[in-house]
């Protein structure tokens, strides 16, 4: 590949990336297009309807791209959450650290690879890009000092943003558990493996047990029941009420369905928590229902919710060993109503170790067997064969240009659309672990899908891209950096095209938002429903902050070998800093947050990042013959390695527990506010399990505390300032 | 190596054992010996002097075996802690192990290797050890089942007991803390890095922190304090204090000097505690340091003991994290007193993680290059560099004998040499590691020795006896099941003589106490020393448990590839069994105790050892072409690996903490019975520091209540029957 073919490629790709993006600006203001680009905005505010005819709809305007840069940190944080601002650091420390990089690596690298007298020179437009990598460099140079000294620039530089990131987040996390108001979440933990007491049912053994040992905190409790067939009635009944109420289409005040039973009470009635009267005598007939409150006792799960007195006593109950058997009484922190799986809850505790392994398992065997059904499949594309499959296809298929086009782009398109299936199956075996909280599960098919890309993008292309396309390539441990540092060099512009083609394409489609637009264009138009339901999406931060974590492995290896990926990288993350932060304003709703649990998992595949740098360089320098390379690499290794230990000795734990400190300190905080006795009365009906089909609805008739203060975002985030 | 070989090299070592064996049951009768074979029962107990000249005295005897024998697991437990107790138990779990593996493998495994018909047999006794071997079975023999069913059997069997013994030794643990008297480490933790405010002393800071957060159960503090000159000229006053008083031969009475400064009190004044008053006089001069305390106040160091009320409220203040930095106020349960390590608790909290990772490396290190010296040393024992390096001994070594004895012996002198340096070597590694107390680094050692001696007697004996002497061995992944497959059979023979000569020869000189003993004569009739100080040696439980462990791999390794290995080794147990019983009993005192904390590190060790021989089980069936047996051995490979993940939820964390259900029971037990305040008051002198240099003659000043039931063991162990 030559300068000039990698130059037209990016010239075409920044055209199509342009005019999708005008092409947004211009559909955002569609009225019809509502529900898709302002899906969070919907369901949170009530948007503005836009003047239907105006001349203003029909042109492209960049006044998102004004806006989303000008929104502050704080807004991210009311609108979108701790995990929104952390990916948009995830953005933002790229962007620095490529800044640095891009800055070394083309006044210094760039000419020294570029006059390395390797291979012979041509015009420069028709320049072969090898040229600009470090292959260009002669065996023994004495210029592979400056290679070095880019390393090591990357490398502090990269180091001591990290720190500062990790410790700007970690306090901000505090602030985040610090200004957040009493939520159900912070006073109750969540038990499993209640022991079952012959003649007793869960609930007394839960009751007697925490009497006895935590009877100055203790509270209250609440069970958590099979979702068997209850469930399902309750749900169909939801539904119909649904239906019945369908005409009425003020969306905050529809009815729900909330049998009261399982509410703290001990009426087994169902109770329509409605402000509209009418809507009742439609529901008299669900009533029929009443009787299978009792149903629902005796399928009571070994599973239940506790409620204390404090936070402290909650974290502390959640903290230790109950008994001295460790398969019985389990527990752990609850996670918000919100957040909460109820359908992993009554997993029974002691398969859980079972399923982590055998999900673990099967996630491996997917990452390593998925190319080989899509290069059979790829193979299939073959012409000849589709021909003698499908003779009928014989005729079409000789044309000249359907052959181009099928032999070109379908081994591509089915590879994407094999790629498409990852983090859905991912977030598969995430379910099926047992995470009780969606967040819990999203974090952990991110991580499945990072080791995914990086392993697939990464390292089969590297691998298969050079000579040993064979698994063997990794049978002799010492050579890997020799191999990684042939094979890097001459991938690059392979990476810089994926850099180009996957990374934009892939902005466009995000900002485009192709599958839900597609959905309701077929809504609106074909089948031509009028409701304005919003899409209710949340942010998809298992494709996306590996996706991101991608790119920067992608740079962090090429910087030092092949500079001239940098500035398209750049672009790059420039480009997703905007549209990102536009999609976490409008499009996305954040239902539940993990606190910034992210940024440890950032922190870590970044660490990889450099040091496979680092090894590679190893590689390079040891394939140059440049032994005072070689030996001032090695301490850089270990010095990020110890720098890494650092940060999970100083940063690690305070993303796992909270500090007795602070508890305490909002534990005090509320007592003297005389918050208390209101937090305990919601406590009460905090985890309502059966009302969770129409948890949306339910939102009125339960706790509403993030609706409170909804003009003033700063007045729920007051940044606390620690002395950490 | 033939049969007869091996059948002579067994009747010389069993006549050897036989014969320092009965010279032991000879010299533990002479009252000369007494501090060398009784030294913990001089320690604790007075022992009654036999009659100067009997008959007796010169006659072996059985008896100790049979007193060994009969010792119940009370007593051991009572005598020599929980520790002692799981050390007999591995002995105990390795009899039954390799009893079944042993009728298994002779009865049906060793037939098949015999009658295999791939080498030609002779006369019995001159029959070379490989026919007895799976090398003798042919490639795609039908008999291989014999060999995965005995696989089968003895994994089976391995798995139950070590199930049930896991199970046993978390209940016994249980039992043990249940059972044990109110210590003052059970009220205290250790808090390190307290920070530095300016204008406070780090006693302020801590008792403003602990008053604030922990105020209904905060009792009191005693900080530490840098050791520095103070501790030095304590530690000579008291010296000349012993020296003074050398004259007194009554120990227990010895005086003891305590600064009443650091222990609660604030008068800067040493009080001496003795019972006779004969010595105040001489001991007066002493009291000039007593300007010393104030010194003393201004080393603080930034740790302390804080005592609590409740057990629960030391644990769960233990076990939280107590600020935000997660490198401040860092807490942990406190050792018993008798366990501390003073010089580390001063190490400051921020260099540990540092240290740790220091000396891992260091002892991979040194796992590595420890061959190389001693291969070198071992070269030079070429006659002919010594004999042209020393040219004065060359008419001296030309004599045959001479030679004959330098080439033969003195490699493996050095070798064992050097081999005895390793765990010292450990032991420092440990100690520089951190660890503030004695069982803790005992048990880091453990593990390092562990580690060390499955690379260096198993792994580089069997890699440097086969064809591969290079360290390439390990180049390729897949291949070593195979290569080990190879190289373990032909090394069968080496492993035979190596526990017919390590193991037994070590059992015979542990009984011996050969280097005690030495010392002893050297003391008692060269130097005339006439006083008789027991030896003080605590179990070295850091050498002896990773022997028993690698005769434990051997085992399994060995079983069903050279079964010839195991009556062999089953002899070496039974005698551990009975002479470490016998040493438990007599000679080494217990101090200190882990509670039981070395089964965790057997019961990984034996899954080790059982996935290992799997997985050279594997490569044999390779070798063999019995794709049968390869495939009924990875699921058995998979359970294995399941059962110790299973083990390893279920019994693990009891190792780790300690159930909050026991602790508030235990402290709800103790506040019935009323014993509190009198807890509260032995508290304040519980972590004395500047006593430590005579920690022996403070017992009577100090709590004792470890002496208090003395004549009743199963009074101050009373096994609870609990639910687990």
């Known amino acids: 590949m030559d300068l000039n073919a990698l130059l037209t490629s990016a010239g075409i790709n920044i055209g199509v990336s342009v005019a999708l993006i005008s092409l947004y600006s211009i559909l955002r203001k569609q009225p019809s297009n509502l529900n898709v680009y302002f899906g969070r905005r919907i369901a949170s505010e009530r948007v503005r309807r836009l003047d239907p005819l105006c001349f203003d709809r029909f042109v492209p305007s960049p006044s998102w791209i004004v806006k989303a840069w000008e929104t502050s940190e704080e807004e991210i944080m009311f609108v979108g959450g701790m995990d929104a601002v952390v990916f948009l650091r995830i953005l933002v420390f790229s962007i620095r650290i490529f800044s640095i990089a891009a800055i070394i690596c083309l006044f210094l690298v760039l000419p020294v690879n570029y006059y390395g007298q390797e291979m012979p020179h041509k015009q420069i437009p028709s320049e072969s890009l090898e040229v600009f990598t470090i292959g260009n460099v002669k065996e023994g140079s004495k210029w592979l000092w400056a290679h070095c000294l880019a390393l090591y620039i990357i490398s502090f530089a990269a180091c001591i943003l990290l720190y500062f990131e990790y410790k700007s987040i970690s306090k901000m996390r505090l602030g985040h558990i610090i200004g957040s108001p009493p939520k159900p979440s912070h006073f109750a933990i969540l038990v499993r493996a209640i022991p079952w007491l012959s003649g007793e049912s869960y609930s007394d053994t839960l009751t007697k047990f925490f009497t006895n040992y935590y009877a100055s905190s203790y509270l209250s409790h609440q069970m958590v029941y099979r979702s068997g067939t209850v469930q399902k009635l309750m749900s169909d009944a939801e539904k119909m009420i649904k239906m019945l109420t369908a005409d009425y289409p003020d969306h905050a005040h529809k009815p729900c369905l909330i049998p009261s039973g399982c509410c703290g009470g001990s009426v087994n009635e169902f109770k329509i928590l409605s402000r509209e009267e009418t809507v009742k005598e439609n529901v008299k007939e669900t009533a029929g229902f009443a009787d299978l409150g009792v149903a629902s006792r005796d399928k009571e799960c070994p599973a239940a919710f506790v409620f204390f007195k404090t936070r402290y006593a909650a974290f502390l109950a959640a903290q230790v060993l109950q008994s001295s058997n460790p398969m019985l009484w389990v527990t752990e922190l609850a996670p918000e109503k919100n957040d909460l799986l109820w359908s992993n809850i009554s997993i029974p505790y002691k398969q859980l170790w079972l399923r982590k392994i055998a999900t673990l398992l099967a996630a491996i065997v997917f990452m390593f067997v998925f190319l080989i059904p899509v290069t059979l499949v790829q193979g299939l594309t073959q012409l000849e064969q589709l021909a003698q499959a499908l003779p009928f296809l014989r005729g079409f298929l000789s044309k000249k240009f359907i052959n181009q086009l099928v032999t070109g782009y379908l081994p591509s398109v089915i590879l994407m659309l094999f790629l498409y299936t990852v983090p859905p199956t991912m977030m598969l075996f995430s379910t099926v672990e047992g995470s009780v ?50 094979a890097v060099p001459t991938q690059a512009s392979f990476f810089m095209t994926y850099v180009l083609t996957s990374g934009w394409a892939s902005l466009s489609c995000e900002l485009m938002q192709i599958f839900p637009l597609f959905c309701n264009v077929v809504k609106k138009f074909i089948l031509r429903i009028k409701e304005d339901s919003p899409c209710n999406l949340t942010f998809p931060y298992h494709t996306e902050v590996p996706r991101v974590l991608v790119f920067g492995l992608l740079g962090f290896t090429c910087s030092i070998m092949a500079p001239l990926i940098l500035p398209f990288l750049l672009i790059y993350f420039i480009l997703a800093n905007l549209i990102y932060r536009n999609q976490i304003l409008h499009v996305y709703e954040s239902k539940y947050d993990s606190g910034g649990q992210y940024w440890p998992v950032v922190h870590n595949a970044t660490i990889f ?44 734990p305070t993303f796992k527990q909270i500090a007795a400190q602070i508890l305490i300190e909002m534990d005090r905080h509320d007592e003297i506010c005389g918050r208390m006795e209101d937090i305990y009365r919601q406590l009460h009906s905090a985890y309502c399990q059966f009302a969770l089909t129409s948890q949306d609805f339910c939102k009125a008739g339960n706790m509403n505390e993030g609706d409170r203060n909804i003009q003033d975002p700063e007045a729920i985030n007051p940044r606390v300032k620690l002395e950490t």
Chains 1, 2 share one sequence.
């Open 609 to 652: 990042s450099l040091v496979l740098t680092q090894i590679i360089a190893l590689g390079v320098f040891g394939i140059k013959r440049s032994p005072v390379a070689s030996g001032f690499t090695i301490p850089l290794v270990i010095l990020t390695l110890l720098f890494n230990e650092y940060c999970r000795q100083r940063f690690k």
């Open 437 to 486: 909280s969606h967040s819990g599960r999203k974090k952990s098919a991110c991580l499945k899908v990072l080791y995914f890309n990086i392993w697939n993008v990464f390292f089969v292309n590297v691998l298969s891209g050079s000579i040993l396309k064979q698994l063997n390539a990794f049978s002799s441990v010492r050579d890997i950096p020799a191999i990684l540092a042939r």
